[in-house]
């Protein structure tokens, strides 16, 4: 597997992929998708143990981060099923990186 680290991430991005990460269930879901490859929403609900509704919210937050993938797919019944899956990521967090990084915030800091 090839992760994205052969180019500087960005400060924005490096900020987002933290924060989308700074929470157990999401930690779970990459977890969960990592081990059993992609899967639709309701079986990976059923297989974390937390509901529809809030899993959704917390992929809507790892997919703005660029962490996993969704697709909408038909199943042989006709159903509409949302697939997920991991998107190869990898950040080298060294003090150079974070430096190098954060040069390029477009955000300000909170006061």
Same mark, same amino acid.
Do not use: C
């Given at each position: 597997?090839?992760?994205?680290?052969?180019? $500087?991430?960005?400060?924005? =991005?490096?900020?987002?992929?933290?924060?989308?990460?700074?929470? $157990?269930? =999401?930690?779970?879901?990459?977890?969960?998708?990592?081990?059993?490859?992609?899967?639709?929403?309701?079986?990976?609900?059923?297989?974390?143990?937390?509901?529809? $509704?809030?899993?959704?919210?917390?992929?809507?937050?790892?997919?703005?981060?660029?962490?996993?993938?969704? =697709?909408?797919?038909?199943?042989?019944?006709?159903?509409?099923?949302?697939?997920?899956?991991?998107?190869?990521?990898?950040?080298?967090?060294?003090?150079?990186?974070?430096?190098?990084?954060?040069?390029?915030?477009?955000?300000? $800091?909170?006061?």
């Amino acid at each position: 597997m090839k992760y994205e680290t052969e180019r $500087p991430i960005g400060g924005d =991005r490096l900020l987002a992929m933290l924060a989308a990460l700074a929470n $157990p269930h =999401r930690l779970r879901i990459i977890a969960a998708l990592t081990r059993g490859g992609r899967n639709y929403v309701s079986r990976l609900a059923r297989e974390i143990g937390i509901s529809r $509704p809030l899993l959704h919210l917390h992929l809507q937050r790892l997919e703005e981060a660029g962490l996993v993938a969704g =697709r909408l797919e038909l199943s042989a019944d006709g159903k509409a099923l949302n697939y997920f899956e991991v998107v190869d990521f990898g950040v080298d967090l060294t003090p150079a990186a974070i430096t190098a990084a954060a040069t390029t915030l477009t955000s300000k $800091p909170e006061t």
